[in-house]
C-alpha cells in the first residue's frame, strides 16, 4: 500500500516561493505516477502537476511557468520524495495542497494532470498562503 507523508509549504508574500515535498513509500511497482493538487475554498480539487517513473511532467496551465515537480530518491529509506517548487506566488495560488500517487500507471498520452479520482493514495493536505 502506497503512504504518501507531506512536508512544507507555509506561508509567503506575493512573488516568493514555497515548496512543498511528499514522500512516497510502499510502491510495488516501477510504474507510477505521482501528483500535486490544490483545493481553495468553493472550488474542485485542481490537478496542478505530475510526474510518473518516465519522467513525463504535465502541467496545469495556470501554473506552467511557475511550479516545478520533480522526484528524488530518498537517502535513508527506500522511498520516492516527489517535490513541487512553486515561484512567483500570487494570491490565487492560496491553497490546500495534497499529495497523491497510484501505482502501475503512467501519464502516456496525458497533457494534463490527472483529475483526482485517478489517484488512489493521499498525502495529508498542507496550507499554502501568498498574501498581497
Known amino acids: 500500500q502506497v503512504q504518501l507523508e507531506t512536508s512544507g509549504g507555509g506561508s509567503v508574500q506575493a512573488g516568493g516561493s514555497l515548496e512543498v515535498s511528499c514522500l512516497a513509500s510502499?510502491?510495488?511497482?516501477?510504474?507510477?505516477?505521482g501528483g500535486w493538487l490544490r483545493k481553495t475554498q468553493g472550488q474542485d480539487l485542481e490537478g496542478v502537476a505530475a510526474?510518473?517513473?518516465?519522467?513525463?511532467?504535465?502541467?496545469?496551465?495556470s501554473v506552467a511557468e511557475q511550479f516545478t515537480i520533480t522526484t528524488a530518491n530518498a537517502a535513508s529509506r527506500p522511498a520516492l520524495i516527489i517535490t513541487l517548487q512553486m515561484n512567483n506566488l500570487q494570491p490565487d495560488d492560496t491553497a490546500m495542497y495534497l499529495c497523491a500517487a497510484e501505482q502501475s500507471t503512467s501519464l502516456l498520452n496525458w497533457d494534463e494532470p490527472p483529475p483526482s479520482p485517478l489517484y488512489s493514495a493521499w498525502g495529508q493536505g498542507i496550507q499554502v498562503t501568498v498574501s498581497s
Open positions: 510526474i510518473d517513473s518516465e519522467g513525463r511532467t504535465p502541467y496545469a496551465g
Open positions: 510502499g510502491f510495488t511497482s516501477k510504474y507510477y505516477r
